[in-house]
């Protein structure tokens, strides 16, 4: 791995290969609000007979994202079951 010896344990600063390098953080996720402040823009800017049907269709994808964040609520809510696990024999 780039000619430097590393433990077994896999850490390379144990090594001192060099200091510890910082892990940047995750990007943050992307703002829904942006898509839906883009899609009411197109319904406004659509002709009147098809603005009915997209106010209905940006409704259907919020009435979706709520019910979506309800269930994960709710699972967050639960208490965590224990998983049951067997042991195989091998022979």
């Known amino acids: 791995?780039?000619?430097?010896?590393q433990r077994a344990d896999g850490d390379p600063?144990?090594?001192?290969a060099?200091?510890?390098?910082?892990?940047?953080?995750p990007?943050?996720?992307p703002d829904?609000?942006?898509?839906?402040?883009?899609?009411?823009?197109?319904r406004l800017a659509a002709p009147p007979e098809l603005?009915?049907?997209?106010?209905?269709?940006?409704?259907?994808?919020l009435l979706?994202?709520?019910a979506l964040i309800d269930h994960y609520l709710e699972r967050l809510d639960e208490p965590a079951t224990e998983r049951r696990v067997e042991?195989?024999?091998?022979?």
């Open 1 to 5: 791995m780039g000619g430097q010896r």
């Open 13 to 16: 600063a144990a090594n001192g």
């Open 18 to 25: 060099g200091p510890e390098r910082a892990v940047p953080p």
């Open 27 to 29: 990007p943050p996720p």
């Open 32 to 42: 829904p609000a942006a898509l839906f402040v883009l899609l009411d823009a197109l």
């Open 51 to 61: 603005q009915d049907r997209l106010t209905a269709l940006l409704r259907e994808a």
């Open 64 to 66: 979706t994202l709520r």
């Open 87 to 91: 042991d195989i024999p091998i022979d």
